[in-house]
């Protein structure tokens, strides 16, 4: 039997690789990778800096592997759509195996290539692993998809039970008669973009040390360190498993096994990336529309000055403006730091959730269209299990808490970095000598104006909060 691995970006590795499993025990291998241009061309390629470049990184790791296993990678440029079932005939294969994606328009790529592939009498095999869990298959006791986490979590899982697959030892070459318009793997430089030394680096090699690493020491202390944006207490694997250079499965096995106190929050953590998954896959739309209907419409205001403060670090507010400092650096931003931030733009500032979604997705190197999405709308309430509207964070509060000596803020507000403990947090309570000497804005919004102005804009939209 001949196969296509199609590799699509979310699996790039051969360890606990199904499809490479399945095709090496069938017969022949052909391992491609398509460079369509709905993300290769140059225009697209600028929309996503970071995660190309931690992508193009891997995609050169994999391969390597693939050829110290006796394969080769085929990398061809064009529409997936049409490259895929056109390859599949000319090199007369069998079957074509991948992983399955959940997001729409990966979904309709599919149902467009399985079409094309079923014309042609070859089938087109889609393998679960994006999730713990087949994404839809957890399930209330009615039929239908969790709007609430917690239950989620709970009927999820005593379910999750990780059926690794081993890497494959050889790979058979590639068949000698499959000849194809291969092209190099493209640099960061063709696609006309920088690379960014201060990425982590992408590939399997480094994700599983980052991954060696947490084990033996941040995991131990999870529970207590992970809201610390001053501590590195936290996995930072988000773009491994985003782009597949490590399964979920084989993170989720290495830290169930590992156990002690940290491990029930982690798994919690991939429970949360699973449970946005499966949203996604339950409601395509909420990539473009709030989760709750009440917020279709709500008025959020254009403020073309605020967001050009938000997006540059310059709120006054540190944590904020670490946050959107941090993006732009590492394209990464700590979890307490994303909440802080997104709830700074959509509820101090009531400028619209998606926008701060898409300059996310722009930056970030993890950026994932479910757990971005999620994330976003839980920040701004309009979300499934989101916080509640009528909830929103002091970023002062969440700084004294969570970056108590201010380490967080003066790494990347350095113009701060003078200041005392007591006034890291709050600058502009810096006596006036002090302050006149910081580079460092007054708060573009008073806290308890903004928060009332939120409260009651979202009050006349949505009716009233809960007692
Ligand atoms: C506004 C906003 C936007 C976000 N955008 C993204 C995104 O584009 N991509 C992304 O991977 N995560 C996103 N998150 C979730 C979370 O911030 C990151 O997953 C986390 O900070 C990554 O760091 P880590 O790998 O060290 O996480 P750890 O704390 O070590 O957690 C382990 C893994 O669990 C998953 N995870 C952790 N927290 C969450 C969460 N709250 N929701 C869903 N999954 C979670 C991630 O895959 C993460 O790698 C977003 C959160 C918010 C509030």
Redesign the pocket.
Known sequence: MRSIVWFRGKDLRVADHGPLVEAAASGEVIPLFVLDPHFFAPERARLLPHRMQFLLASLKELETSLARLGSRLLVVPGRSVEVVPRLAALWQAEQVLAHRWVEPFGRERDRRVADALERAGIPFKRFEGETLLPPGSVQTGQGGMFRVFTPFARACAPRVAPDLRAEPKHLPPVPLDVAAETVPIPSMEALGLAANPRLQAGGEAAGGARLRS?LAGPLAR?GLD?DRMDRPG?????AD??FGTLSVGLVWRAAAEQGGAGAGP?LN??L??E??HHLLWTWPELLDRPFRPSFEGFPWREDAAAWEAWTQGCTGYPVVDAAARQLKAEG????RA??V??SFLTKHLLLDYRQ?EAH??HW?T???WA??S???Q??AGCGCDAQPWFRIFNPVAQGLKFDPDGAYVRQWVPELAALPVALIHEPWKAPKALRAGLDYPEPIVDHALARARFLATAKAHLGRPPT
């Not at 936290?234 to 988000?238: D, G, I, K, V």
């Not at 990464?332 to 979890?335: E, Q, S």
């Open positions: 947490f999870y992970r936290t996995s930072r694997l988000s498993l985003k982690f953590e991939l949360w990336r449970f946005s990464f931003v700590h979890n994303r909440m931030a997104a701060g996310y997705l970030l993890d950026g994932d757990q971005n999620a994330g976003w839980w920040s």
